[in-house]
């Protein structure tokens, strides 16, 4: 089992840039799939990005495509996730998430272990 925690969320202006850490203890993240979602008030929980385990492939929501970055340092046991251009629509909790299969990534049911969620909220 492994516990994960965010961190690095806050209150940034339009066009502004943020990089979220997402910590996990109890097990090593190299042997997950690891993902961001977000969800904004009143509204279903997003998928943002992913990372495979071998780290050799991303994807991201089209929304997010050309602005944010995912990446993972299996050493630091860390998932990050860099935004830049931030605009008022990213305002949101941002979760991760890790799982064990490697299928179908996109889909928050494919994911075994949460965080608890960071803040992030852009102003205009």
């Known amino acids: 089992q492994v516990q994960l925690a965010e961190s690095g969320g806050g209150l940034v202006q339009t066009g502004g840039s943020l990089r979220l850490s997402c910590a996990a203890s109890g097990r090593t993240v190299s042997t997950y799939s690891l993902g961001w979602f977000r969800q904004a008030p009143g509204k279903d929980r997003d998928f943002v990005a992913f990372i495979t385990k071998s780290g050799d492939i991303t994807y991201y929501a089209n929304s997010v495509k050309g602005r944010f970055t995912i990446s993972r340092d299996d050493a630091k046991n860390t998932v990050y996730l860099q935004m830049n251009s931030l605009k008022p629509e990213d305002t949101a909790v941002y979760y991760c998430?890790?799982?064990?299969?490697?299928?179908?990534?996109?889909?928050?049911?494919?994911?075994?272990?949460w965080g608890q969620g960071t803040q992030v909220t852009v102003s205009s």
């Open positions: 998430a890790a799982a064990t299969t490697g299928y179908n990534l996109s889909y928050s049911a494919r994911y075994d272990y």
